[in-house]
């Protein structure tokens, strides 16, 4: 028996030692164990000393039944066991063995492109390594994989590897696993990949393979088919001294690395951008950029794309000044126009410049998942850039993040029901994403708004932000209405009050700052409606207070104080057109909500609101019937009757 089938049989032979049960080792496919050890002894670039060091390997596994063999194998190779659980606790191995099957595959592509943007900007010299992921056959024949199959092939990301069994007992057998395999292999090919088979007990043969793999130009696949031996869990468990050229090779190449780093030019760069800083001062570039632009000068032109125009805009300014800034988007959608050519401190690059804009077409599943890659190698900051009707393809995707604690950021802009959207109307995806742990979802209702949610976004590091940039068909506010407070400087984080909060009072009632009689709630556009509604109710002499809650994440980490001070006692009445589900945590016992909770048609935004009863005479309705109130008849235009 060979060095390599040796080190398969200790693996294993470990493995069952550390599973709970031998059910556990036997649902690997055999053929991966051979695979592993000639890779590990071979190829892989790793020090155990140093698990995380950046320029190691990426080794990562699609699923949690292969998490048993990774261990074995890194055990074995000198990787301590708090060590091991320090990679888990990161994300990069819990993350890619803890989505459905495809998503790994998604991640790996994304991990592999994080290697080539990194290696384009410092050089093979800081950034050469090299994606390897160990998958099962199951998760080759998911849509995410072929998706994203097509988008290695045409970014050309060389540097990407998939093993697999040729067969997995527990999904395929006999000729239609042949059938299939057969078919996932002329997709991978046309897909742009190199393939190759290997006998998994001809060590030479899979040495061959990846020594292929690393000298070719496209990404490649090696499925490796069970032989007549296989490693048994009768050999014992190998001195680690016969695997010391293999760690010796590991050491060699990081301190070479280490020397490199030491004299390369851009090693504070390169160091900041590892370690997930942002660039210093860019609070203050990004008010400068923003402040430069001033948004309510075409509001009367066209209002229905204020919110996304100003959405757009900040993309554009963080792109100019975050060098790790990296968009995937679904279509080639530009920039908003500006009278300005280049914005303060957008010069530095623009929002396609070196390479820093990926266009994936309607692949959002491979999209989002290749961000996850992305987030997990480091060095990048993924922003995806798509529809708001296609959040249902992204959600295995964004829960992937959500459960590994990526930070990512997904700009989602609504549709127009003006161009046939209205047949898709998403009522439930706003409280969906709500629901979703660690995510944090910004609905902005104005330029400032858009502003503080790309900062926030940036700031939340505990899993995926999603900002949605709604439309509003409502007419623009007089001169004298608007909140003129929509160009000022963005408020930061340490702001006593304003969007960076989750929640914020746009505006106090008339006549007492003080005291109350009701209170409206509404995000995004419908605050437009919301605003029209309150000055009718002033009107009438009510004192009513208007919240905007563009986050709520944010506002539940504020203390009671300052959500009570928004919130207030009064009597609360929530607008978003939209289900309702979730609001009654801020609307009290008392209070009541104004949307929808069933799906509706609509071929424009005004009979959208008209149906869904988000009308400024509908709210002002809502408020008399929840106060007991009632206009004079002889009086339209004022006099209560309670």
């Known amino acids: 028996m060979d060095s390599a089938l040796q080190f398969a049989a200790a693996a294993r032979t470990l493995a069952s030692q550390l599973a709970p049960s031998a059910t556990v080792v036997d649902a690997i496919p055999a053929a991966l164990w051979p695979a592993v050890a000639v890779l590990c002894e071979k190829a892989l670039r790793f020090d155990p000393a140093y698990g995380l060091w950046p320029d190691r390997d990426r080794f990562v596994v699609s699923s949690p ?15 301590s066991e708090d060590e091991s659980a320090s990679t888990e606790t990161t994300g990069e191995l819990y993350g890619l063995a803890g989505g459905l099957a495809g998503q790994a595959v998604a991640s790996a592509t994304g991990m592999a492109l994080g290697e080539k943007i990194l290696a384009r900007r410092f050089g093979h010299s800081l950034v050469n390594h090299r994606t390897w992921l160990i998958a099962l056959s199951g998760d080759l024949y998911t849509g995410v994989a072929l998706e994203a199959a097509i988008l290695a092939g045409r970014f ?29 292999l002329g997709s991978f090919e046309a897909s742009g990949w190199s393939t190759r088979r ?15 793999s690393q000298r070719g130009r496209k990404p490649s696949l090696i499925l490796c088919e069970a032989g007549s031996e296989t490693p048994s869990t009768s050999v014992s468990v190998s001195p680690a001294a016969l695997w010391d ?5 590991g050491r060699a190449a990081r301190r070479a690395w280490l020397r490199r780093l030491n004299h390369h030019a851009q090693r504070a760069e390169f160091e900041r951008i590892i370690s997930g800083r942002l660039t210093s001062g860019l609070d203050d570039d990004f008010n400068r950029g923003w402040t430069g632009q001033q948004w309510t000068e075409n509001q009367s032109v066209n209002s229905a794309q204020t919110i996304i125009r100003a959405g757009l805009y900040g993309h554009t300014v963080l792109s100019g000044l975050l060098p790790e800034f990296t968009t995937l988007r679904t279509s080639n959608l530009r920039h908003p126009p500006s009278r300005r050519k280049t914005g303060p401190g957008v010069s530095k690059a623009g929002p396609l410049a070196l390479g820093k804009s990926y266009v994936c077409g309607p692949r959002e599943p491979a999209m989002v998942g290749m961000m996850n890659g992305l987030a997990l190698h480091g060095g990048v900051i993924p922003c995806g850039m798509a529809p708001l009707h296609s959040v249902d393809r992204m959600r ?17 802009i609504e549709s127009d029901p003006d161009l046939g959207a209205g047949m898709w109307q998403q009522v439930e995806q706003l409280a969906s994403l709500r629901a979703m742990p660690n995510l944090a979802l910004f609905r902005p209702a104005n330029a400032r708004e858009a502003a503080a949610a790309w900062s926030s976004a940036l700031a939340w590091r505990t899993g995926p932000s999603v900002i949605v940039f709604g439309r509003t068909s409502a007419p623009p506010c007089p001169a004298d209405a608007l909140d003129q407070r929509e160009t000022d400087t963005i408020d930061g984080p340490g702001a006593l009050s304003g969007p960076s909060r989750g929640g914020y009072i746009i505006e ?10 009701v209170t409206l709630i509404a995000s995004g556009p419908e605050i437009a409606v919301a605003r029209r509604a309150k000055a009718l109710l002033d009107k009438e002499g009510l004192l009513v207070a208007l919240v905007s809650l563009p986050c709520w994440e944010l506002f539940t980490r504020q203390d009671h104080a ?23 945590r ?26 869904f009863g988000i009308t400024p005479e509908a709210i002002r309705d809502h408020v008399h019937d929840l106060l007991g109130t009632t206009r004079t008849a002889a009086d339209p235009h004022g006099g209560l009757h309670h």
């Open 65 to 79: 039944r292969l998490l048993p063999l990774r261990q074995a194998f890194l055990r074995l190779a000198g990787r």
């Open 156 to 184: 050309g990301l060389d540097r990407l590897t998939i093993i697999v069994a040729a067969s997995d007992p527990q999904t395929m057998d006999g000729n239609a696993a042949e059938e299939d395999i057969g078919q996932m």
């Open 198 to 212: 290997a006998d998994a007990s001809d060590t030479a043969a899979i040495s061959a393979a990846i020594t292929s």
């Open 245 to 249: 050229p293999t760690k010796s090779r």
């Open 396 to 412: 295995p995707a964004l829960r992937f993040a959500a459960l590994a604690k990526q930070r990512l950021i997904c700009a989602l």
């Open 508 to 517: 106090f009632p008339v006549q007492d700052h003080g005291k109350r009689d």
């Open 562 to 584: 300052y959500r009570a001070f928004v919130l207030g006692e009064a009597p609360r009445v929530a607008i978003e057109a939209a289900s309702g589900f979730g609001w009654e």
């Open 586 to 611: 801020w609307l009290g016992g008392g209070g009541v909500f104004i949307g929808t909770d069933e799906f509706d048609l609509a071929s424009c935004f005004g009979a959208l609101y008209q149906n």
